[in-house]
């Protein structure tokens, strides 16, 4: 029987780029946040003479070949495990191709989780990030789940206590940015913006403490203000209901107190203009249902708003449908998903 595996998406609560590394990609901190919006991955596997792989999926920019990330991540898990395998597998998108929430990167951790499944094997878990490391730096978020710290280029990953539940609604412009290309548009920025190599290193630190330092006042930090102990992991029906959710917009606040903030804002919006407008129509104004905190996921394209309820959301995404500069925008109502969430509702029966 296959096995089928939710591939869940991220956002990236912030993002700061640093100097250009050695191996040419850019050191990174970033906080990654799994979100219930998900692709789902359906493996098949049995142990044969001769490793066979066969893809298919139902979205046509997504190849199904070697240049796919399931693809890559199933052919080098068989060769880690000295094993030969006939495997077909297939990917029905529902997220954003190129939308900056780490789609394809999910696929591939979806397809790991399948596959050990499918052969009643498991890979020791710092083989399994490794492993991950090797196909994308967004795969090895998905091993975790919940909330993320991503340091290095992304790829080294580190879980934090989780976040509570918030209301998201993510805008998805009908362009495709490309992350190479964003990178590339930053170490191009020149004039007063620009930072040098030494103050992006302090950056990424001082970044990484800040994030570190949202857990570290138990009694006096945002997150556990006026919590009573069976509140805390927030709650999905106070957020259907459409009941303001305090604690999260407590944490919220604290987070963007750190001064919370994804650089690729500075090359993308600029780019793109329409984007701004979409994170503007994200945050709203006072008196219409705001956001807590709105901006650029990943490199983009996909925007995000965090919200007090799922009717504030609601409201947002109304703004977004009615306003003309925002024709081809696709919106999608959704919420965080912790750790233990991500888990259990990992596979799809
Ligand atoms: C922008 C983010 O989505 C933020 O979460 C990620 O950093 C991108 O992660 P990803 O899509 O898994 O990216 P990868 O497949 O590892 O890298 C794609 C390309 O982006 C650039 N890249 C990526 C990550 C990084 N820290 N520095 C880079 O310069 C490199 O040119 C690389 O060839
Ligand atoms: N499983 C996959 N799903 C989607 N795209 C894939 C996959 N494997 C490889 N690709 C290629 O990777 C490119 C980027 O796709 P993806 O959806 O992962 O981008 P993204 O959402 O911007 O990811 P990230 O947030 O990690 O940058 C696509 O243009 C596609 O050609």
């Known amino acids: 029987m296959a096995t089928r595996v939710r591939s869940y998406s991220k956002i990236n609560l912030g993002l700061a780029i640093g100097p250009v590394r050695a191996d040419r990609f850019h050191g990174l901190t970033t906080l990654y946040q799994t979100l219930d919006l998900h692709d789902l991955v359906t493996v098949s596997a049995r142990r044969a003479a001769k490793t066979r792989l066969v893809l298919t999926t139902n979205h046509a920019r ?10 890559k991540m199933v ?7 000295g094993v030969t395998a006939e495997v077909e597998m297939s990917i029905e998108k529902n997220l954003p191709v190129q939308g900056g929430m780490g789609a394809g990167s999910a696929n591939a951790a979806a397809a790991l989780i399948g596959l050990e499944r499918e052969l009643g094997v498991a890979l020791p878990g ?3 990030l490794e492993l991950a490391a090797g196909v994308g730096s967004d795969v090895p978020l998905f091993l975790l789940g919940g909330a993320v710290l991503g340091l290095n280029r992304g790829e080294q990953v580190v879980p934090l206590p989780d976040l509570p539940r918030i209301a998201c609604l993510v805008a998805v412009p009908n362009v495709g940015v490309s992350t190479p290309q964003a990178f590339r548009d930053w170490d191009g920025r020149q004039g007063p913006g620009g930072l040098t190599d030494e103050s992006k290193a302090d950056r990424l630190m001082e970044l990484s403490l800040a994030y570190a330092s949202l857990y570290a006042e138990p009694g006096t930090s945002g997150i556990v203000r006026s919590l009573n102990p069976e509140k805390k992991q927030g709650n999905s029906e106070e957020i259907q209901s459409g009941v303001p959710n305090g604690l999260a917009e407590n944490t919220l606040l604290s987070l963007v107190r750190t001064g919370v903030e994804n650089d690729f804002e500075q090359v993308v919006f600029p780019a793109y203009p329409s984007l701004r407008e979409t994170k503007r129509l994200l945050m709203g104004t006072d008196s219409e249902a705001p956001a807590l905190y709105a901006a650029l ?9 965090l919200f007090r309820s799922d009717a504030d959301a609601r409201v947002a995404q109304q703004r977004i449908q009615s306003a003309a500069t925002q024709a081809g925008v696709r919106t999608f109502l959704t919420e965080t998903l912790p750790r233990a969430a991500y888990w259990q509702r990992m596979f799809a029966g």
């Open 75 to 81: 052919e080098r898990c068989l060769e880690r495990l």
């Open 126 to 128: 710092a083989a399994r």
């Open 297 to 305: 996921s990943g490199s983009g394209s996909a925007l995000f708003g």
């Open 62 to 71: 997504v190849p199904v070949d070697g240049r796919n990330t399931a693809w």
